[in-house]
Structure formats: C-alpha cells, structure tokens
C-alpha cells in the first residue's frame, strides 16, 4: 500500500523530487496540526471545570450560580488553524514545483515537449492541492467531532442553544 502511495506521489511531482519527502513532510503537517487540535479538549474541561464549585453544606460538587459557558466558535476554530497553515503551505509549494523546472538542467523544455501538455501542472499541482483539500476536509470533520463533544460534556443548563449556527456566524458572517 505504501509502495502505491509512493509510486503515486513520484508521478505527482517534478521529476527529481522525491514524492516520498513531499509524503513525509504532508504526514508531518498533518500530525502536528492534529495534535494541537488535540489542545481544545485541554480549554474544554477547564471551562467545563469553572462551572463547579463545591457546595459548603454537602461537600459536593455542584453548577455554580451565575457560571457561564463560552460559545464552542469563541475558542474552538482557532484550534484549527495549523490545518489552515500547512494547506497554505503546500500550496507555496506549487509555486517551488513551477520554479523547480526552471532551474539547472531547463527542465521546462523537456516537459513542454511532452505529447501530453497538462503534465507540467499535473506534477506541479496535483500533490499540493490534494494536501491542501485533505487539510481542510480534515478541519472541517474535527470541527464537527469538538462541537458534538462540546454539546455532549456541557451540562444543559449552562449550554447555550444554536451553538452550530454561532459557529457558522462567527466563521462567515451568518448561517443563511
């Protein structure tokens, strides 16, 4: 399966750059954008914590009167941006591969010459874009993942209905 990967990242990408790399540092981005994702959980339960205190008759923990919880859209979305970043990234790095082709051997002659004229932009484009779309599609799915989990672990009376259209306002500027 990794061979299948490899193979298609070689064909994706300038001839003399190994698609290999290209695939480690994409894996890289990746993994570090979704371990910082990671940190919402951390802001979570400490909002979730404030909400209790311990009641000075029974010694139980108990909502606090008057405790809020902060919208999901007012600390959620910023954890996504690492995703946003390494997409940003990989498509810099379109912009290298076109480079790339002018550089040393004029490899750029070699490749207009080609019968299929669309191999240029498929090797210089095709891997960056596909990184960048796997990086979004990836924000946007945690996005949802963190916001069912926020509506799941926030006590009801302090949840505050409509999180996912203050969502959609906060991010575009309105739901409709």
Same mark, same amino acid.
């Given at each position: 399966?990794?061979?299948?990967?490899?193979?298609?990242?070689?064909?994706?990408?300038?001839?003399?750059?190994?698609?290999?790399?290209?695939?480690?540092?994409?894996?890289?981005?990746?993994? !570090?954008?979704? *371990?910082?994702? /990671? $940190?919402?959980?951390?802001?979570?339960?400490? &909002?979730?914590?404030?909400?209790?205190?311990?009641?000075?008759?029974?010694?139980?923990?108990?909502?606090?009167?008057?405790?809020?919880?902060?919208?999901?859209?007012?600390?959620?979305?910023?954890?996504?941006?690492?995703?946003? !970043?390494?997409? *940003?990234?990989? /498509? $810099?790095?379109?912009?290298?591969?076109?480079? &790339?082709?002018?550089?040393?051997?004029?490899?750029?002659?070699?490749?207009?010459?080609?019968?299929?004229?669309?191999?240029?932009?498929?090797?210089?484009?095709?891997?960056?874009?596909?990184?960048?779309?796997?990086?979004?599609?990836?924000?946007? *799915?945690?996005?949802?993942?963190?916001?069912?989990?926020?509506?799941?672990?926030?006590?009801k009376a302090r949840l505050r209905p409509g999180q996912l259209e203050i969502l959609l306002e906060t991010l575009f500027g309105g739901a409709k």
């Amino acid at each position: 399966m990794m061979n299948k990967l490899f193979k298609w990242a070689d064909e994706r990408t300038p001839v003399g750059i190994e698609g290999k790399k290209e695939i480690g540092w994409a894996a890289c981005g990746l993994g !570090i954008s979704f *371990l910082y994702s /990671l $940190t919402y959980y951390f802001s979570l339960w400490s &909002y979730i914590d404030n909400l209790y205190g311990v009641s000075s008759v029974t010694g139980k923990r108990v909502l606090l009167a008057g405790s809020y919880m902060p919208d999901f859209a007012a600390f959620a979305p910023s954890r996504m941006k690492p995703f946003v !970043i390494t997409a *940003l990234i990989f /498509l $810099t790095l379109a912009v290298y591969h076109y480079i &790339y082709h002018y550089q040393e051997s004029k490899s750029i002659y070699t490749m207009r010459r080609l019968p299929d004229r669309w191999e240029l932009h498929r090797r210089c484009l095709t891997f960056p874009i596909t990184v960048a779309v796997i990086c979004l599609v990836s924000a946007v *799915l945690l996005t949802g993942i963190y916001l069912w989990s926020y509506n799941l672990s926030v006590p009801k009376a302090r949840l505050r209905p409509g999180q996912l259209e203050i969502l959609l306002e906060t991010l575009f500027g309105g739901a409709k």
